[in-house]
Each structure stands twice: as structure tokens, then as C-alpha cells.
């Protein structure tokens, strides 16, 4: 059996181990079209590869997809978080979870990974080549037909293929997928930080809030969490959150949207008002500036007291209910214009891709074309930050690689 995977990623080399480990006497060759391999696991997680999440429940675990959670989740039955660590660690890549459940290798160097991978390769004689770029995919015969980029390469025949080509950021970059009839979600950006440029929040750069409460105006998106201001705006894991929930929705927006804040962490507006009451009552002779509720930082504060329009100087105890409605709006509340994105340096996919219509999950076989599977990022799956888009590639490329 000649077997093709197309695409030297995450996806291609588990898919194509996993197949050479499933049938043994068969020929596997994965094409890559680049003059590199894994160039992407190289980069991830800031060079350390945060291979998957320590997350306990598989319903945990399929919450964290935006897009193809309801199908990874019975897809996880058949290979989940834990049997990523147990493979990793059981052929040479021992392991540490974080306190935040993000999986890298002991190592801290996404290098182990690549190692181990090519290791495998090697010792199941899989074979690797470079600079070869699939066009185009024909069904002849009953086999299926690899058309490579620059016409030099003659076409080859495979009994089966998996792609695993991975995220498009342009739709054209998956014609030759529409061309076989599969359905194809619009390729736009996720997990990207809020450009604010007619906002004042340069003076708040470096400034980290561990628990806050965010939404985007209008909608019914939200999400919670850690967000850091940077020069440009705003980023940390609950804006990144919010901007994969909303991908497409934002895209739609033209990235022009309000976002709204909650400092508070806690969802009652009257718990906030009464703790405040609390605070003029025990610190009436402080000025505002000197007393900072909900152990904002410093900075912040200072920022959200203007924006409340009461002078810094004011004393708790000179606040009155008007006063304290006013902190306790824009604690709970506090609005910030949105206009335009940027990429978070560490981590970014593609939402959309080949529509999961178009693939019987139980399998990853196409519907459309038999013997064409599908693994990892060019599918229409995507999840948020700390380990759970690895953890998709590996998924679907384990369940592909048994070509059934
Ligand atoms: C900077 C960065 C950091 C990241 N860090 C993390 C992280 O720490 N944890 C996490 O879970 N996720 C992370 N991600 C996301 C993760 O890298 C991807 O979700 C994952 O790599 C997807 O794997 P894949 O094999 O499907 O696609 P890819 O890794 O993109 O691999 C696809 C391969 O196919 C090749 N290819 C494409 N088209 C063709 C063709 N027609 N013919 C032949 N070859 C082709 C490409 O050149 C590429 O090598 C990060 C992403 C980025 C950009």
C-alpha cells in the first residue's frame, strides 16, 4: 500500500508515524513544500512547543474549540490529552504540566519534539521530501493522483493520502481542495490582541490584571481571565479567548467593535457597590488615589478614577452614592474602542478551512473523495491558547492514520 501525507507539520508527521506504526509493510512519504519540516512546532509556544493541555475531562478539554468542539469531543475518546503525554513520554520526551495546565516538554525546547518525530521517521523508514508542493489531487482509477508544484516532479499514485497541509490564511490557498467538491469555511485570522489607537492606553502598558470579566458590545461573546495592556492596545489570554470566540463575527466588523471590562471579577453590580461602600467607610479621610479596591494596579487605577471623572484628591468618605455609582460603573463597565488587530506573537491559527461537512469524522475520510483523509489545521477546527491546537492536530491525525 503506497500511502502520501501531504504536509511536513504537526499533523503530517504524527499522521504519517502512526500509519507506518498501524501498517507496517506499507510505503509512506510525506511532502512537504517548503525547504523545512515542523518549522512551525520550531516557533511554538516561544520556542518551547506547548504540546497539549493537562485539562482533566474531555468535556473540558472540547470546550476550549470555538470551531469543531462538538466533533473533537467523541474524536478525544479515541485519543485525548492524556494519551498525547503518554506517547510523547514513552518515546523519549518526558514531560511538565504547568499550574496554568499548559503541557511543554521538560526540556523547555520545542527541538525535543522535532527530534522525536524525526527519530520515528528514521527508524520507520518513512520518507521526507522537500520543496515538493502538492497542486492538485486527482481521483483515477481507483487511486489517487499527486500533481506537484513546478511541473519538474512527475505526477505520482497513491492507494491513499492524508492532508495535512494546514491553515490558510487566504481561501485560494485551498482551491485545489474546492476543486474536489469539499465545502470550504472562509479562511479569516484568530487569536489576535485589540488595536486601540483612539484609546489612552500607552500610559498602561506593561500593566496586568489577573482576573477580570470581558465582553464585546452588542454581542453575547465574553470570556474571562488575565488581560495585559501593551502599547497598542490590549492583549493577554482573555482577549485572545474573546478574539477565537468572535473570530468571524469580528472579521465581519471590520475589527471596529466596543469592548467591555469588568476590573472586578465578581458579576454583581451590588457586591461591587456595597465593597466600595465598605472602602468609604473604613478609609473616609484617604484621598481615592491612595486606596485601590479590588488590588488594582497602581497605574490602572489611576486611569479609571479619570475616566469616573472624579479628581484623584476627592476622600472616600466625600464620595456619596453618586460617587460610588460612578467607580462602581466604570469598574464593572469600563468601555474601550476597538479598531483594527495584531498578531499575538506566540501563537496564532486559522478559523475555517475545509468545512467539517465535507468529513466523516469517525474516520477523517473525505465524503467527497474516498481514500483522501484529512489531519490537523486545514480543516475548519481551531481552538484557543495553551496547547489545545496541537492537541487537534494530533487527534485527527491518529484517527486518519488508521485509514479506515
Ligand atoms: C507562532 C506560533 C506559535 C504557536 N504555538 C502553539 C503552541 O504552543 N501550542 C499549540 O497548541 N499551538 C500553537 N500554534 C498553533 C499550531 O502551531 C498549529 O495549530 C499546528 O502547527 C497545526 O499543525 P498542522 O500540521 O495542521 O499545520 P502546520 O504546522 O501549518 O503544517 C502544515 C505543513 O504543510 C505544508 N504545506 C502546506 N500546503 C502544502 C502543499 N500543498 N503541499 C505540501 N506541503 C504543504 C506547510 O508548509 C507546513 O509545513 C502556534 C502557531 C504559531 C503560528
Redesign the pocket.
Known sequence: MDIAV?????????AAINVKENYPDAEVSI????K??????K????G?????NGCSSIAELSEAYPRGGKALKRAFYSFDNKDTMKWFESRGVPLVVQEDG?VFPRSQDSQSVIECFLEQTRRLAISVELG????AIDEINGKLHLT??GGKSPARSFDKVIV?????PRRD?LL?LEKLHHKIEDPVPSLFTFKMPDEEVAELMGVVVEKTLVSIQGTKLKSDGPILFTHWGMSGPAILKLSALGARLLSDAGYIFKVQVNWTNLRNYDEVFAQLQRLCVEHGKKILSNVRPFALPERLWTHLIAKSGLPPAKKWGELGKSGVNGLARVLTNDVYEVNGRTHF?????TCGGVSLESIDFKTMQSKVCHNLYF????MDI??I?????????WTT?FIAAKLK
Open positions: 501531504v504536509g511536513g507539520g504537526a499533523a503530517g508527521f504524527f511532502f512537504e513544500k517548503s523545512e519540516v515542523l518549522s512551525k512546532v516557533v511554538s509556544g516561544g518551547r512547543c506547548n504540546l497539549t499548559c515538493r508542493g502538492v497542486k506537484f508544484v495535512a497541509s494546514g491553515g490558510s490557498g485545489w506573537r506566540e501563537e496564532f491559527v489531519a490537523g489545521e486545514v481551531d481552538g491558547t495553551g496547547g489545545y491546537n496541537f492537541q487537534a492536530a491525525a
